[in-house]
């Protein structure tokens, strides 16, 4: 099973990046999304992207031209489908716009097609039976910035094709991805499992005031190797998103840990520390005191 003909749906974020990750390595790239607005952004989004290929990748103007001409914009479904042999789905992260979405696109797609869907926290099997052929869909997930962080996890629900798996996990390679195979549905694959207990872990200590924040990295840092600790992949996530996990959790279970947590992020957020985006989080950019030669030493 050879995919060659490529659908992406949604030219969000991700789904701009996806199309033009896969149109960079020489695959012929549909991209589809609901408007002529969206449609508009979505280019604006892809332009915008040229640049870090220049810088990170050693692009030549030749290649990024050569990218963009594979590329085709489609805001019908049908016609965006037509000859895919894979659809990549990056629409929003709301059940019922992808519920609605897979019930379309299983009408309209060729009986070949191969459906992946992006999703960062929602499992295929959810939207499996509205595909039509569970047997055809899996999850391709892509980390944000691909071009750079190149993982693609690569996750099956328990009707898969093995064949299908397979494809799939050759597909990712040739668009210059590390593919890295899930054998079992998992909320939050891989990284996310890893990571979202790894700074959990690290906000308490912190917020039970066990440790400071640069002590806790500190620590990590030097028996570890690793070139930063939590708080400064934390200031990266940003303390939004940090805020709102915590907020949300404090919301679902009434947990007095969460609600602590959710508090201290909240006082930071009033000040304006947002993390790396606004110059200060739990570090000051763009200097911050981890990345001093010195820090792990004193
Ligand atoms: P986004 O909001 O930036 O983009 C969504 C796009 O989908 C928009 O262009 C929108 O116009 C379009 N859209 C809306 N309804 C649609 C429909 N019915 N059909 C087709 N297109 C439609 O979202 P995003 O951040 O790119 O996320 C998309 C998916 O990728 C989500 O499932 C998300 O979990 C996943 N993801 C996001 C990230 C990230 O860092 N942003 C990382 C990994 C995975």
């Given at each position: 099973m050879q995919l060659r003909n490529i659908t992406v749906a949604g030219g969000g974020v991700l789904g701009s990046q996806i199309a033009f990750q896969t149109a960079f390595k020489g695959f012929p790239v549909n991209l589809y999304d609901i408007s002529e607005d969206a449609m508009a952004k979505a280019k604006q989004r892809i332009e915008s992207l040229k640049p870090q290929y220049q810088r990170?990748?050693?692009?030549?103007q030749q290649e990024l031209d050569a990218a963009s001409s594979r590329i085709r914009y489609f805001t019908d479904l049908a016609q965006a489908v037509a000859n895919a042999d894979l659809v990549i789905e990056a629409v929003p992260e709301v059940v019922d716009i992808k519920m609605d979405f897979y019930t379309k696109l299983g009408q309209v797609a060729p009986a070949k097609t191969v459906f992946a869907t992006n999703s960062s926290?929602?499992?295929?099997s959810q939207f499996a039976d509205a595909t039509g052929r569970p047997d055809k869909f899996l999850a391709l997930h892509f980390a944000n910035e691909?071009?750079?962080?190149?993982t693609a996890e690569v996750m099956r629900h328990p009707r898969t094709d093995e064949q299908v798996f397979r494809a799939v996990m050759e597909f990712a390679r040739a668009i210059g991805m590390v593919p890295l195979p899930l054998h079992k549905e998992q909320p939050g694959y891989i990284l996310n499992s890893l990571l979202v207990p790894f700074l959990e872990a690290a906000q308490f200590l912190w917020v039970n005031e066990v440790a400071d924040p640069e002590t806790i990295d500190k620590t990590w840092m030097i028996a570890t190797?690793?070139?930063?600790g939590p708080f400064a992949i934390l200031d990266v996530v940003g303390i939004r998103t940090a805020y709102n996990i915590a907020a949300g959790k404090a919301q679902a279970g009434g947990d007095a840990g969460y609600e602590r947590l959710a508090a201290k992020l909240k006082a930071m957020m009033d000040q304006g520390k947002l993390g790396r985006e606004s110059g200060e989080g739990f570090y000051k950019y763009p200097?911050?005191?981890?990345?001093?030669?010195?820090f792990i030493k004193a």
């Open positions: 990170y990748l050693g692009a030549s926290t929602l499992l295929p691909i071009w750079i962080h190149n190797g690793a070139p930063e200097n911050p005191a981890f990345a001093q030669p010195d």
